[in-house]
Nanobody, 123 residues
């Protein structure tokens, strides 16, 4: 399995930007599809974005399209989530995850998870 460590979380004002990073160690990073999920207080965990192994395909939830962008750098074993124009509704714990080929938005196919940094967005 791959070990994942996120960074970049923290308090941000509405309308601001934040970039989350997720560094992977262990087995070959480029063999995994990577995803970001989030869990808001009192709600279930939900899909945010995913990127295929070669970064040839990306997927974004409708709620974040145009504002969030997922990317990866296989040379650095790192996946990123750039979040712009943040809304208070984006307040959540954000999790990085590694999954099998074709995982995309399918949470059950992600086997390795990071610890989830909180991202509070103040109004």
């Amino acid at each position: 399995q791959v070990q994942l460590v996120e960074s970049g979380g923290g308090l941000v004002q509405a309308g601001g930007s934040l970039r989350l990073s997720c560094a992977a160690s262990g087995r070959t990073f480029s063999s995994y599809d990577m995803g970001w999920f989030r869990q808001a207080p009192g709600k279930e965990r939900e899909f945010v974005a995913a990127v295929s192994r070669s970064a040839g395909n990306t997927f974004h939830a409708d709620s974040v399209k145009g504002r969030f962008t997922i990317s990866r750098d296989n040379a650095k074993n790192t996946v990123y989530l750039q979040m712009n124009s943040l809304l208070p509704a984006a307040t959540a714990v954000y999790y990085c995850a590694a999954g099998l080929r074709g995982s995309a938005f399918r949470m059950s196919l992600y086997a390795s998870w990071g610890q989830g940094p909180p991202v509070p967005v103040s109004s």
